[in-house]
T-cell receptor, first 112, second 112 residues
Framework: QKEVEQNSGPLSVPEGAIASLNCTYS??????FFWYRQYSGKSPELIMS??SNGDKEDGRFTAQLNKASQYVSLLIRDSQPSDSATYLC????????????WGAGTKLIIKP | DGGITQSPKYLFRKEGQNVTLSCEQN?????MYWYRQDPGQGLRLIYY???????QKGDIAEGYSVSREKKESFPLTVTSAQKNPTAFYLC???????????FGPGTRLLVL
C-alpha cells in the first residue's frame, strides 16, 4: 500500500522558534523526496528536495533524510508569520512507476 | 515569463454536464499531470502524460478524460460520470517523469 504519512496539525510555533515537520513513507525503494508549501487557496510551491541521507540546508530551511527509518523532516529556523501554511511531503514510489505520492500535509501556524 | 497557466479560476458545473479545464505550460516540460485536492487530503493523481499523444491513468481516473495533442497543453474533461466533482484541480509539469513538479494556480470546480 502506498503511504506517505504526516501529522495533520495544526502545529503552533512562536515567531523566531524552530518549526519541525515530519513525514514517513512506506516505499523502501524511494530515492527522492520533496517538500512543498501551500498557502490557503493557492497551489503548492517547491521548498526543498533531498536525495541523500543526512541534512540539506537552504537558507532558513533544512531537510533531513533517514532512508533506513523511512523518515524525512523539514526544519524551519527563525520562523516567521509568513511561514504559516500547509507543508506537503511528496515521495515517488518505485512500484507505481515513480508516481508522486503525497501526504495530507501539516498545517503550520506561526504565532507573533 | 515561463510558467503554467490554468483556466478558468472558478468553474461551475450543472448536473449531467461535461466541463473542460485548461492547462498550458511554456516551460518546455515533457511531462504533465492532473491532480485533485479535497479539503484535508493530499493530492491525488488523475492522469499524467510523459510525451505528446500518450497518457496514463492515475489512481482516480474514473469520470475524467484527457488529451495531449501538443507538448504545451494538457486539458482535463470532467465528465457527467464523475458524481462528486467538487474539488480543487491542480495541473503540474516537469522536465521528465520523476523530477520536480511545478504547479499552475489551480481551478476550483463547484457543482450547481
Amino acid at each position: 500500500q502506498k503511504e506517505v504519512e504526516q501529522n495533520s496539525g495544526p502545529l503552533s510555533v512562536p515567531e523566531g522558534a524552530i518549526a519541525s515537520l515530519n513525514c514517513t513513507y512506506s516505499d523502501r525503494g524511494s530515492q527522492s523526496f520533496f517538500w512543498y508549501r501551500q498557502y490557503s487557496g493557492k497551489s503548492p510551491e517547491l521548498i526543498m528536495s533531498i536525495y541523500s541521507n543526512g541534512d540539506k540546508e537552504d537558507g532558513r530551511f533544512t531537510a533531513q533524510l533517514n532512508k533506513a527509518s523511512q523518515y524525512v523532516s523539514l526544519l524551519i529556523r527563525d520562523s516567521q508569520p509568513s511561514d504559516s501554511a500547509t507543508y506537503l511531503c511528496a515521495v515517488p514510489f518505485l512500484d507505481s512507476n515513480y508516481q508522486l505520492i503525497w501526504g495530507a500535509g501539516t498545517k503550520l501556524i506561526i504565532k507573533p | 515569463d515561463g510558467g503554467i497557466t490554468q483556466s478558468p479560476k472558478y468553474l461551475f458545473r450543472k448536473e449531467g454536464q461535461n466541463v473542460t479545464l485548461s492547462c498550458e505550460q511554456n516551460l518546455n516540460h515533457d511531462a504533465m499531470y492532473w491532480y485533485r485536492q479535497d479539503p484535508g487530503q493530499g493530492l491525488r493523481l488523475i492522469y499524467y502524460s510523459q510525451i505528446v499523444n500518450d497518457f496514463q491513468k492515475g489512481d482516480i481516473a474514473e469520470g475524467y478524460s484527457v488529451s495531449r495533442e501538443k507538448k504545451e497543453s494538457f486539458p482535463l474533461t470532467v465528465t457527467s460520470a464523475q458524481k462528486n466533482p467538487t474539488a480543487f484541480y491542480l495541473c503540474a509539469s516537469s522536465y521528465v517523469h520523476q523530477e520536480t513538479q511545478y504547479f499552475g494556480p489551480g481551478t476550483r470546480l463547484l457543482v450547481l
